[in-house]
């Protein structure tokens, strides 16, 4: 069986869709909008304890999964006491992908094993304030790495400066060990002006909020995007 992320395209970038931007009373309407152009749907869970508030929980996640048109890519937002747990509910729920946060440590990477033994790909993400050795432990059991550019939990907010070097950094890192497979994640800041720096920077795909759903010409925007790909593939 074919698992994420075989079935994506890799001579270009990838378009992944955060539903935290989505009409959340409307959902089904929104997802349906976006259908033909997301490569990746993008599902944040916090527990507010990681992050400043709650977002999405397992039954729902159940649901999109299996509207969804697209590979569902569930980041876990949260705690390492609970991690494995809530890897394993989300799993059953039906994501292609489940993140965890380097920050996590040991209890990431049980939720890694777990996730494996499953059959599910795994994730990691890593924070702005913490340094990319971080992501050592991880990265020989992830299919995708996400780099926030923002500080966690926060809508809105513009690229943190450092974090198009800390792409560059990334790949690098991967290419050195033979992991030139994995993809890279940008998530937050994601604007029409820092896209094309994210993607020369080496980033795979970028997570979009409202740079998706808030676009009045849905295919000019994604013929925007990939064009930038197609230029860098």
């Not at 992320?5 to 997802?31: G, Y």
């Not at 994601?190 to 740079?211: K, N, W």
Request: aromatic share 6%.
């Amino acid at each position: 069986m074919t698992s994420f992320p075989d079935t994506l395209p890799r001579n270009r970038l990838l378009a992944e869709i955060s539903l935290w931007s989505a009409d959340l009373l409307n959902l089904a309407q929104d997802m349906a909008r976006i259908a033909p152009y997301g490569d990746i749907l993008h599902i944040d869970v916090a527990d507010a304890r990681f992050t400043p508030g709650f977002l999405f929980f397992p039954d729902l996640v159940a649901r999109i999964a299996e509207a969804a048109q697209a590979p569902v890519h569930v980041h876990l937002m949260t705690q390492g006491d609970i991690v494995v747990a809530q890897a394993q509910q989300f799993a059953e729920a039906g994501a292609d992908l489940v993140t965890v946060h380097a920050e996590t440590g040991p209890d990431g990477l049980e939720a890694l094993d777990m996730l494996a033994a499953r059959g599910i790909a795994g994730g990691v993400a890593l924070t702005l304030e913490q340094p990319l050795e971080a992501l050592e432990p991880f990265l020989s059991k992830v299919a995708m790495v996400t780099l926030m550019g923002t500080r966690i939990g926060i809508k809105g907010a513009g690229l943190d400066p450092e974090a198009c070097a800390r792409i560059s950094q990334l790949r690098c890192r991967l290419d050195a060990r033979g992991l030139e497979k994995v993809l890279i994640a940008a998530d937050g800041g994601i604007r029409e002006t820092t896209v094309p720096d994210l993607r020369a920077a080496g980033a795979d795909t970028v997570v979009m909020g409202s740079l998706a759903f808030g676009a009045e010409d849905l295919p000019a925007r994604f013929d925007w995007l990939r064009g930038l790909g197609a230029q860098l593939a």
